[in-house]
Structure formats: structure tokens, C-alpha cells
């Protein structure tokens, strides 16, 4: 997925989950965050971070934060709305290879009393796939949640019971990182989430990890990643 227009800046702070500060061709700034985790480990004050400029001239923000420079070497996109779109992406390219040759595949379905990110139908096999964001890395590790999730433990609650009636169901971690070794869920920030997904494997449903290719203009999935559990 590419971003059509981009911007450098250095970030200033982030006074609440849906904006920052920045410093923009030497003015300050107020953008939007398109990611309302803490990412407190990346928006650091100083670093050089990627803005996208707004479709809609009328828009209250014109720009968006949607990566950062963690280091000068490691670029992490934390634009946690577009991960969905790569992921989708990829599906229908058959870039992931344990979901390949669909008879068809549905974005945002309501099942029940939720709603999962993609529906399925495959030769003598239909489910859902819950897609999440992560953006928490360290020493080439991945972790997931950086704050206590209690939707995405729902989310997995809802997806062990499904795999009760017969339903092939996923969790897909978008790593959007590039050249990661290791994913593991975050037991120290969020034990109960890793909990639930130790659960969601025993009851079958596959863990996926897949980390990017992430440049300041686009992002897009590369290889799978191992899952420690």
C-alpha cells in the first residue's frame, strides 16, 4: 500500500492517542495519530517521523502520523488503519501461504455479535481472520499488545467458540516492522491476552505472523515470522 503524499517532520510530543506535535519545515504542527495505542517506545521527542498529507483540504488536521524512525536504521509504520488494507492485499495475491485459493473472502463481516475482519470460503473450508497491529519491537522481537487489550481477548474468546461450530478461524499479526525474528504475545504488559491465545492454539486456531517491507512511502507484507507461545 502506498501513501501518495508524504511529509518529514520531527516529532514534538503527543498530548493525547489522537494527536501530536510536530516540527514541520520549522513550524509547529498538530497532526493526527492513526494509531491510538501508547507506541511510547517509538514517539519519542526528536525523532523524525513520516506524515501523510490529507485527502480532504477541509480536514481539521492536514497530516497524519503514520511511521517513525526508531533508530536511524528502523523504520516502524504505526498506521494501525491501514494494516487491514495490506493484509487484504496480500490475500488476494496469495502472498501468505497458508490462505491461499479462495472461493471468496469478505471484508469487515458480522457474525453473531461481532465482527471479524475477514470471512472466508475455500474448498471444504470457511472461517474468520482477525488481523491485529504491532508495532512493539525489541532486539528483533515482536510483541503484542503494548497496552492490556481487553477487545482483543474478546476477539479471541469469540473466535474459540466459532472453532466449536466447525469454523476454520485465524489470527494474523501484521508486523510492521521489517526483518523480525521472533513474535511472541506480551505476557509481561498483558498476561490475560496470552493467556487467550495460548487457548485460541489448543482449540486449533492457526497463529500467523508476518512481518513488512516498510518504506516511508509504502508498506507491504514480506515473509512470515516465528510465533513462540
Do not use: W
Amino acid at each position: 500500500m502506498k501513501y501518495l503524499s508524504i511529509q518529514e517532520a520531527i516529532f514534538l510530543k503527543r498530548p493525547n492517542r489522537f494527536i501530536a506535535h510536530v516540527l514541520l519545515n520549522g513550524r509547529e504542527e498538530i497532526v493526527h495519530v492513526k494509531n491510538t495505542g501508547r507506541c511510547k517506545e517509538i514517539l519519542k521527542k526528536g525523532v523524525k517521523v513520516i506524515l501523510e498529507e490529507a485527502s480532504n483540504p477541509n480536514r481539521k488536521t492536514k497530516y497524519s502520523l503514520v511511521a517513525a524512525y526508531k533508530d536511524d536504521h528502523t523504520l516502524i509504520n504505526i498506521d494501525s488503519q491501514i494494516t487491514n488494507y495490506v493484509v487484504y492485499d496480500a490475500l488476494i495475491h496469495s502472498e501468505v501461504g497458508e490462505l491461499k485459493d479462495f472461493i471468496k473472502l469478505k471484508k469487515e463481516v458480522k457474525y453473531k455479535n461481532s465482527r471479524f475482519d475477514f470471512y472466508y470460503e475455500k474448498d471444504h473450508e470457511k472461517g474468520f481472520i482477525e488481523v491485529k497491529s504491532v508495532t512493539l519491537e525489541e532486539n528483533g522481537n515482536c510483541m503484542f499488545p503494548d497496552a492490556p487489550t481487553e477487545r482483543g481477548r474478546k476477539h479471541i474468546e469469540e473466535l474459540i467458540h466459532l472453532q466449536k461450530e466447525g469454523y476454520k478461524n485465524y489470527i494474523f499479526f501484521l508486523i510492521q516492522i521489517e526483518n523480525m525474528k521472533i513474535f511472541r504475545p506480551n505476557k509481561v504488559t498483558d498476561p490475560h491476552f496470552e493467556e487467550a491465545l495460548q487457548r485460541a492454539k489448543e482449540k486449533g486456531i492457526c497463529i500467523l505472523a508476518y512481518d513488512s517491507i516498510v518504506k516511508e512511502d509504502e508498506i507491504k507484507i514480506n515473509k512470515k515470522v516465528h510465533t513462540s507461545l
